[in-house]
């Protein structure tokens, strides 16, 4: 595991995830309100009311209380009143919220991952404080600044709380190292460590090109530009562009990223909100390298905000197809607003829509815990499962530009071709060896003990060749008994293609990162291989 969380990625799981779009949907640049408001005596009544009723809990209530938490409480539950994505950060939290949408955050640049109570160091990262200062993989972490980490039931957050912080400070770290009696002790001193937005770029053949947008941060432009001008140079022809479980961020990134794939002065998508002061229009600008050739787009239930800018874009101009499931639906845009005492505002002035006029916002009421179920729902309807299972309002119908294709509004971008969720494979043993963190145990182990072996693969050998063998299994299994997870043949017999196709990808994932995840990870992923199928229907709307 790493500073930059990433163990969820790497398994199956029912994507119900709650709250996934909250930090998406940003208007970069603005920080404070322009102009005044006509409800100045409300203002001025509402805020004297709140004062006097403070001033009385501090003078009178029976028990000492913390104002400036009363302060927080009370904030947050007036936001829930407007939206389900005005929002509220106190101080204390505005460093991580950010660090999200910076693209970047200062720490010590380790992978780390959690192992029977125990810190590991998967991989010091590239250049990083920790390379520099000497840490290894496989060294364990025992101390943080005097204090014992091993065998008090850590969680990420607790590493995380420990390891980060402001750039130029200093942590102290002992750790065990393998054949080593004494433990090791490091003073690493903190710096900016970069997260990537692009977490792959490839080519899947020799005209096929591949690349997945985790987020829409700080630098994510400039990261998908790179890739796409490194897969042209490869020959690329054709494209699929992965924006699942992607919850958005930044909205001039997502309209520049639109961009490269659209000729001419297309709308790409246009706000909306009280009066005029907040409404724009975004369209094409600037010649893209990539607005010839067919292209897919994939989406889920976890894709939002800005993804679904550039996804709704490229569908309603008839330039992608969209493939995978029914986006998130979150179509409110945030303006930043900084506040006196360090803490953040984050308050919805606009909706967006598509260029064919849809908004994407799904409907919200007044509860919000309903909002939050919604993806529950969706599960608990078989939408996820069957495209019959959604239904469209007639009033919800729109065309796309030049095609004239039917598209709907409603909550989400519907994608042109649906893709059910793979259970195929899934069964109660594999969630449970999941759970306990087996697989990522095993390959961990497994690497470094092959380790010369493994890096005498080549990458295209790697994914043609090497196999996950009957004994490799075996020590999958043992060490899932060892993990309280009792052996199941009857599921393991559903899930072992699942199981296999995992080890690989996570072995190949110690040597050559994510290019060497994705590529043997994907080949058993649905929404993936149908994708490929469908370069010539995505060649046709071009026509």
Do not use: C
């Not at 996570?506 to 590529?519: A, H, M, T």
């Amino acid at each position: 595991m790493s500073e930059r969380i990433k163990n969820s990625n790497f398994q199956i799981r029912l994507p119900l995830l709650l709250g996934l779009a909250l930090a998406g949907g940003m208007l970069l640049g603005a920080n404070m309100f322009g102009g005044g408001t006509a409800n100045v005596k409300g203002i001025k009544d509402g805020y004297l009311k709140i004062k006097e009723i403070l001033t009385h809990i501090d003078n009178r209530y029976v028990d000492t209380v913390n104002t400036d938490d009363l302060v927080d409480y009370s904030i947050e539950k007036m936001l829930e009143k407007l939206d389900p994505h005005s929002s509220y950060i106190p101080k204390k939290n505005i460093r991580e919220a950010k660090a999200q949408l910076e693209g970047s955050y200062d720490g010590i640049g380790i992978e780390f991952n959690i192992f029977k109570d125990t810190i590991y160091v998967v991989a010091p990262l590239s250049g990083g404080p920790s390379e520099k200062a000497g840490l290894q993989s496989g060294d364990k972490i025992i101390k943080v600044n005097g204090e014992s980490v091993a065998g008090i039931k850590i969680k990420n957050q607790g590493v995380r709380k420990r390891l980060l912080g402001k750039k130029g400070s200093k942590v102290k770290i002992a750790i065990k190292r393998s054949g080593v009696n004494e433990l090791m002790e490091f003073t690493i001193t903190r710096d900016k460590i970069p997260q990537n937005s692009v977490e792959v770029s490839y080519m899947i053949d020799e005209k096929t090109g591949f690349i997945k947008v985790s987020r829409f941060a700080r630098r994510t432009y400039i990261e998908f530009r790179e890739a796409l001008e490194g897969l042209r140079k490869k020959g690329m022809k054709r494209m699929v562009l992965d924006l699942r479980d992607n919850p958005g961020g930044y909205m001039d990134r997502a309209i520049k990223m639109a961009d490269e794939f659209l000729s001419g002065n297309p709308k790409i998508v246009y706000t909306n909100g009280k009066g005029s002061r907040y409404d724009s229009e975004a369209r094409a600008r600037f010649t893209g390298l990539f607005e010839q050739g067919p292209l897919i787009v994939l989406i889920n239930e976890g894709s939002a905000s800005a993804s679904e800018i550039v996804s709704g874009a490229l569908q309603d101009n008839d330039r992608a197809l969209i493939v995978g499931r029914r986006s998130f639906g979150k179509g409110l845009v945030q303006l930043p607003i900084d506040l006196q005492d360090g803490s953040e505002l984050r308050l919805t002035i606009s909706r967006y829509y598509t260029p064919s006029g849809r908004s994407i916002q799904k409907p919200y009421g007044k509860n919000p815990k309903e909002y939050r179920s919604d993806l529950l729902k969706r599960y608990k309807s078989g939408e996820l499962f069957s495209a019959d299972s959604i239904k469209f309002n007639d009033s919800l119908k729109y065309t796309t530009v030049r095609k004239k294709r039917t598209v709907y509004g409603g909550g989400g971008i519907m994608p042109d071709y649906f893709i059910p969720i793979d259970t195929s494979r899934n069964s109660k043993y594999y969630r449970n060896l999941s759970v306990k963190n087996v697989f990522q145990e095993y390959s961990f182990k497994y690497y470094k003990n092959n380790q010369k072996k493994l890096e005498a693969y080549k990458l295209d050998d790697y994914i043609k060749t090497f196999s996950v063998s009957p004994a490799m299994v075996k020590d999958v299994i043992a060490m899932g008994k060892k993990a309280g997870v009792k052996y199941n043949a009857k599921e393991f017999k559903r899930s072992e293609k699942l199981i296999k196709t995992l080890i690989k990808a996570l072995v190949g994932r110690r040597v050559w990162k994510e290019q060497g995840f994705y590529p043997i990870w994907y080949s058993i992923d649905r929404t993936y291989v149908k994708a490929l199928e469908l370069f010539d229907k995505a060649a046709a709307i071009q026509e």
